[in-house]
């Protein structure tokens, strides 16, 4: 089963990571690499373009926006055999990194239903 | 039935946990069996505890702690009954106990690596080495691994156990092989993690969803692996090979579960991110240098499948070659087969059918159907009509697998109504 997770933007404002956490999310990331679960990972930039397509006629706005809050601003795609064990991981990694927020669900593959199928 | 909130967690956090728990205790007790049993214990106390107690903030270490503290009262009762011993007269020489060696997260790869390595030695059956495989590096439990294979629990069970007392007489070290040795052993473990894909990659979609489950479950054993040996480009071979072969599980069935062959799948369907991280795979193990062993070479036929953008496009010359590599390196009639479908499409239907046709007395490849149905598509593409019908009518009567059989037997009508 794949997962997207998502880390979203608490709008709190956080200070450079230190050291030592980011030395602790480099060994987490490559033991996830190493494991097969972690497939990819990224962080994203705050702006970004929006996109709207309504009757017919594509509208482009680029950022920054107003409402940053819950803006996704990182996403790791993983595979991982339950919904439990994604979120085993997800626990593990805001216990790195602390206070933070975000979302998980699944990515349909060829084996799970798609929906409305 | 979906089990409480923190049985869930238990189950998620064995599996993710499982092969460095045991691995580390292995490392203690120099038993693989032995730690197993006492990481078993470990998760029994989890159970009963974390329900009261909630899940402890790194569940990992809490298991691996309660392992250690049972290791090391196992290693200290065994230390105090030989001192008994000593004591009752047995004229033994003296010696301070050992040092436990206890383990760390630094040295924690390398001990799974060791488990990796006894779990898949040689002293054990097949059957033993992916039974074992599958309980101490995927966490999985008996009674899953006796529904993938399609065996009962106890039979699943005394595999084990006998597996466990099969390693422990033999005395088999918990080490990683060097020197000669090393090359045979990894082939074992390579072997072992290729079967386990393969049967969950010919297990018909749908019908079994912890059958399927099994191409999973070999592409994190060899992702694994990959991450603890990259140095042996044999195992980058084999991730390579699975991760492109799974690319297809989309598209390799039909809406009605029929087998699509590869050359009429709709490429569409293959998984991109797959096919990527399979030619990143490959790339690493060119990169090591070394003249390609026979998962890298099979990756590489897989890699030119996966690079055409329709079938028409397949560079059949190199595959061709390719299996006039692998034929070499690891000769088997099902890689002469294969290199005949290649020569066929590549060169022409007749020298195809020239490598087909020295099979036919190939005792192993006796009663499959494969033969008879390559030989049958040879012989039509040259014209041989009557002898191509005979060959697909052969090769339905052998085929166990129902939608496959029909499809042979379509090919056969439709070359029923050509004159002679």
Known sequence: MRFLMMTTDTGADQGPPDEAMQIEMGRFIEEMSKSGALLATGGLEPGGARITSSGGKVTVTDGPFAEAKEAVVGFALVETRTREEAIELSKRFYQIVGDGAGVIKQVFGPEDPMPGA | ?420
């Open chain 2, 1 to 420: 039935m979906r089990r409480s909130g923190v049985h869930a967690t238990i189950d998620a956090v064995w599996r993710l946990e499982a092969a460095r728990i045991i691995a580390g205790l292995a490392r203690m007790v120099h038993d693989i069996g032995l730690a197993e049993e006492l990481a078993q214990d470990a998760l029994v106390a989890a159970l009963e505890q974390w329900p009261e107690s909630g899940v402890p903030d790194n569940p990992g270490a809490w298991l691996m702690a309660v392992g250690k503290r049972r290791a090391i009262d196992r290693i200290r009762r065994r230390q105090r009954l030989e001192h008994k011993l000593e004591e009752i007269g047995r004229d033994q020489e003296t010696q301070a106990p050992p040092e436990i060696d206890v383990p760390d997260d630094e040295h924690i790869e390398d001990d799974v690596l060791r488990l990796v390595f006894t779990a898949c030695h040689p002293v054990l059956s097949t059957q033993a080495r992916v039974a074992l495989t599958l309980r101490m590096l995927g966490g999985l439990a008996t009674d899953e691994i006796a529904r993938a294979f399609l065996t009962s629990e106890p039979t699943v069970a005394q595999r084990i156990v006998r597996a466990k007392r099969t390693l422990s007489d033999a005395g088999v070290p918990f080490e990683v092989p060097e020197g000669p040795d090393r090359a045979a052993r990894l082939s074992s473990v390579l072997e072992v993690i290729y079967l386990i894909f393969n049967e969950g990659y010919t297990a018909t979609a749908g019908e079994d969803w912890v059958r399927t489950d099994l191409c999973q479950e070999a592409l994190r054993l060899g992702r694994t692996l990959a991450g603890l040996a990259p140095g042996e480009p044999e195992v980058h071979g084999l991730a390579a090979l699975m991760e492109i072969q799974a690319s297809r599980i989309r598209a390799r069935t039909g809406p009605s579960g029929e087998p699509v062959p590869l050359l009429d799948q709709d490429r569409g369907l293959w998984d991109r991110l797959l096919i990527h991280r399979g030619f990143a795979a490959l790339l690493r193990a060119k990169k090591i240098g070394e003249p390609p062993g026979p998962y890298v070479l099979q990756a590489a036929i897989a890699a030119c499948h996966a690079q055409a953008p329709a079938a028409e496009d397949t560079d059949w010359a190199q595959i061709a070659s390719l299996y006039e590599i692998l034929a070499g390196v690891a000769p088997s009639p099902i890689v002469e087969l294969n290199r005949a479908v290649a020569v066929g499409m590549a060169h022409g239907p007749e020298r195809g059918l020239e490598l087909a046709d020295a099979l036919v007395d190939e005792p192993s490849l006796r009663g499959y159907h494969l033969l008879p149905s390559v030989r049958g598509d040879l012989l039509a593409r040259l014209g041989r009509t009557d002898e191509a019908r005979a060959q697909f009518e052969n090769a339905a009567k052998l085929t166990r697998n129902e939608p496959e059989r029909k499809i042979l037997l379509d090919r056969a009508a439709s070359l029923g109504d050509v004159p002679r």
